[in-house]
């Protein structure tokens, strides 16, 4: 069964810049990206099987290519995020930058103060040379 804390990863990102970066990372295909890993599946119409990269089960992973989800008769389920969390043990940002090769939108700075990764430069910057 698929773990809650993982979808809701997915919340976290919530311009619509971001939401949309999320659906371009959902709308992979589950096919597409296991045949970029070498997994042939095998069937006819919408469901197909193939060998599970995680449990190495031969033809325990269905695909549904219709609906877009996946399921392994020892492992999991879910759609092609979840997958890529699955198998390379990523969290759901990680992830959707895995299937997209790039990052999420940057987020405009809030009454809160400079993003993470701003603080996280001029931490670097004001640290002696070869500290960080």
């Known amino acids: 069964m698929m773990d809650s804390t993982k979808v809701r990863h997915s919340n976290s ?3 619509p810049s971001q939401r949309e970066w999320i659906a ?7 096919e597409a ?3 970029r890993r070498g997994v042939m599946l095998n069937g006819a ?5 193939g060998p599970c990269l995680w449990c190495g089960g031969f033809n325990r992973l269905a695909v549904n ?8 008769s020892t492992c999991e389920l879910g759609g092609s995020v979840e997958l890529v969390q699955h198998l390379n043990g990523l969290n759901f940002i990680a992830a959707c930058r895995l299937l997209l090769g790039y990052g999420p939108p940057e ?5 809160a103060g400079p993003s993470t ?3 996280e430069a001029q931490t670097r910057q004001a640290a002696p040379e070869g500290r960080t």
Request: glycine fraction near 2%; charged fraction near 35%.
């Open 117 to 119: 990764s701003k603080r």
């Open 13 to 15: 990102l919530s311009n």
């Open 33 to 35: 990206e296991l045949e």
């Open 107 to 111: 987020t405009r700075r809030t009454a």
């Open 45 to 49: 119409g919408a469901e197909r099987r």
């Open 24 to 30: 371009q990372a959902r709308s992979i295909r589950i």
């Open 65 to 72: 290519v219709r609906t877009q989800y996946w399921s392994c």
